[in-house]
């Protein structure tokens, strides 16, 4: 990827070491555009949910309203491709995830455009708009959820932005370094992250909640570090595990914000859940969560269970309870939730049910 920064810089000692690096950089272009290539691969995930709750006002008229209706959580569609040492990664959305996660929507949006280059065995790098890999449960895709939220935690970090990411694993150890344009857009600072992980057990890194799927035994510890340099206080460090034996699973995971970054909690009049925020002080400093779940053997069926506690100014925490019901081994499931969050802020005393189905192709 430097040698076209090298190649420029050449023009000061004449032109046959231009022509040289621009020939060789050419060779190396065309030899990966003319590998065998993986061809078109797209893939389409819709969610939606009916969530009731006499908590929540969904409504901004007069008088109180309570949230009884339905909503659609994901309409995704994903193109991704391989040409030789070049892919390209495209995503388009047009559900709640299209205005949470980017900074445009509601309607159809881009959620992820990256292109990627292999520069060598065990290391890439992506340009272009994507999730960082700070925290094991913000990038998992929405259809490899074990509940229809991801937690606090996850969701205060799954949004988009648009830089440049390298990464790759060595050994048991897979390794994330990227820096994206951060809060301030365009301006000259950037939000900087850094991720490792190690698989204690499993020879692949399992992106995934749950036990579905699961081939062997699997073991992650990773932590994760984040700064936006834009703010005075902007970083953030969060430790995380998972773990996958029989149909049994669990992960655990814990952040702690700067103050600039505690997300300021509240209740969506969409789905009934306590949701993250803008950072600020008042929010959550030091969030964790444990998630246990356990697939029955030889069954369609999977339980589990989450605790919250989100460290807030109103110690707030939320229980949550799940069961799927899974169609095959792919990403098709209904979901029944419940969620439980206990306050000594009145407005994030709620009470949630949610049905939910997932089809994933």
């Given amino acids: 990827m430097l040698q076209p920064l090298f190649a420029l810089a050449s023009l000061s000692v004449g032109a046959p070491a231009v022509h040289e690096s621009f020939t060789s950089l050419d060779r190396e272009l065309q030899a990966a555009l003319a590998a065998p290539s993986s061809g078109l691969n797209v893939r389409a995930l819709l969610r939606t949910r009916g969530a009731f709750s006499g908590d929540v006002d969904a409504s901004a008229a007069a008088g109180e309203q309570d949230l009884g209706g339905f909503s659609l959580d994901v309409a995704r569609i994903e193109f991704a491709a391989k040409q030789g040492a070049y892919g390209l990664h495209v995503s388009l959305e047009a559900g709640a995830v299209a205005s949470d996660d980017t900074a445009s929507g509601p309607g159809v949006v881009l959620l992820d455009g990256y292109g990627s280059f292999d520069l060598c065995e065990g290391a890439a790098v992506r340009i272009g708009q994507f999730c960082s890999r700070f925290l094991w449960s913000s990038c998992i895709d929405e259809r490899d959820l074990v509940f229809l939220d991801r937690s606090f935690v996850g969701e205060s970090m799954d949004g988009r932005d648009t830089g440049v990411e390298f990464f790759g694993d060595a050994d048991r150890l897979n390794w994330w370094v990227g820096a994206q344009n951060g809060f301030d857009g365009l301006a000259d600072e950037v939000a900087l992250s850094a991720r490792a992980s190690w698989r204690v057990l499993g020879d692949t890194l399992c992106c995934q909640e749950g036990a579905l799927g699961i081939p062997h035994d699997a073991w992650l510890v990773g932590v994760g570090w984040f700064d936006d340099q834009s703010m005075d206080d902007g970083t953030i460090v969060g430790v995380d595990t998972y773990f996958a034996r ?21 209740a969506s009049t969409t789905t009934g859940v306590l949701a993250p925020g803008m950072g600020g002080m008042g929010g959550a400093e030091t969030p964790w969560s444990v998630t246990v779940g356990y697939l029955f053997e030889g069954t369609p069926w999977q339980v589990a269970a989450r605790w919250q506690d989100l460290d807030d100014m109103d110690d707030t925490s939320i229980a949550t309870f799940g069961v799927n019901y899974h169609v095959g081994t792919g990403p098709t499931r209904w979901t029944f939730q419940v969620d439980h969050a206990s306050s000594d802020a009145t407005a994030l005393e709620v009470d949630t049910l949610a049905l939910g189905l997932t089809v994933g192709v």
């Fill in 246 to 266: 029989g149909g049994w699973s669990a992960s655990a995971e814990l952040a702690d914000y700067g103050d600039d970054m505690a997300p300021m909690v509240g």
